[in-house]
């Protein structure tokens, strides 16, 4: 059923698609071709209506909604929605192919692990590998509709050869609500245990080397059953649709074409047929269908999994190696190029143009360097350099921490200034107590050190500034010890 155009599209070519255009099963237009003749339908009725049953009072209203319709439409989300939506679809429907359990792993390792030429050591083989097979079918007819119709009951199974009578009825002896694929497993692994004690099964690695591949088919069986019983949320799917549904219900009255007497903004001509409506319709209402056609690829759509071939390939091949295969090998002999230290297949005439092309060396390979720069540099030199660098490196690291760390110039002015208020404080004192301790004048001189310093900056930058700032403090207080001799004296 899966619609395969890959050998048509190898070459990219002038218009390469155009041809698959023309194709009908499992295309855009087999899908869609009855939502689309049901649209254009609705859309000519409404059109017909409007221009010849209404009347001039009826047709002004209608034209006032269309209007209306038309300005309002864009506010459903239906591109953001829909393509998300489609996006997720997509990514589970080929997560959902590669959970599809292949045996080729499975007979492999059953091929080589498990000894024995004999009657015995051949029913072995083939007794386990029919058992993975079973699971395989168990699972398959439980959520692809094609493969149940092809085993509705556990008698076609047994008919068709899965499943033997009495292991019908030990099947059918174990009670489970749940369903029961994985019993075949079970017996798998029961059987391979039992070989592994007779020493069909040589050593313990090829033991569990096989068991590894048993839980890895198992497991992709258990991931077919959760994707078929866990579904895209429902909510979901009903916004999605809604979103697209009623985005063109709105459009077959939003997009007529109105009367253009009127003078309505937009409307000018009378096409009749809406021609880039439908086109919207047919790609956004085909986006829909992709997404219902990929959610479920179980069913019987062209482009659903070939489930009942990938059960008669999976069951000829796996019983083949296991089978006919087992230590049937070729003769040995010298290959054609046995001698030869550089072997090179032929070419056919197609295919003579790739002996011309150079074989690739590497992206840098043909990178030019000049001459100059290709001269090996003494140790020596390279080391005095590096020094160098690191250097002038440091001392710039250095400096731009010191600057980062620089104060503003409202520093070095909040300082001048808590000195001048400190000694128009001393001032005022000295003329009120001429008995002003030397105490005193240590403070004094620890408020013009702060001063100084308030505003000042690391050692190595911004150093004159704040000597600067220091002396201007410092003749402050020169001055006021002058200005207080003096009236001692006077006194």
Known sequence: MTITYTARVANARFCGFSKLLLAWKGSIYKVLYKEFLAFFAMYTAISITYRFFLENDQKRYFEKLSIYCNHYASLI???????????????????QYTSIPLPDRIMCTLSGGVQGGDEHGRLLRRTLMRYASL?????????????FKRFPTMDHVVEAGFMTREERKKFESLHSPYNKYWIPCVWFTNLAAGARCEGRIKDDNTYKLLLEELNDFRGKCSMLFHYDMISIPLV?????TLAVYSFFLVCLIGRQFLDPSQGYPGHDLDLYVPI??????????????????LINPFGEDDDDFETNWLIDRNFQVSMMAVDEMYGDLPKMERDRYWNDSNPRPPYTAATLFVLRKPSFQGSTFDMAIPKEDMHFQPL??????????????????LFNRLLGSAPSPTGFMGGALRCTSAQLQRLTRVSSDPSFSDAEDEEEKSVGRNAGTAGSMPSGLGLDTTQSTICSCGGLIT??????MSTMMKN
């Open 479 to 484: 001055m006021t010890r002058r200005m207080k």
């Open 135 to 147: 699971s395989a079918l168990l699972i398959l007819r439980s959520v692809s509709t094609a493969v």
């Open 236 to 240: 979901y799917t009903q916004v999605v």
């Open 77 to 95: 989300p239906m591109s953001f929605v829909l393509g998300f939506y489609v996006t997720l679809i997509v990514n589970r429907w080929w997560n």
């Open 380 to 397: 020596e030199e390279i080391a005095e350099n590096f020094e160098e660098s690191v250097t002038r490196n440091h001392n710039l690291a």
């Open 276 to 293: 880039f409506t439908l086109l919207q319709f047919f790609f956004y209402a085909g986006w829909l269908k992709v997404a219902e056609q």
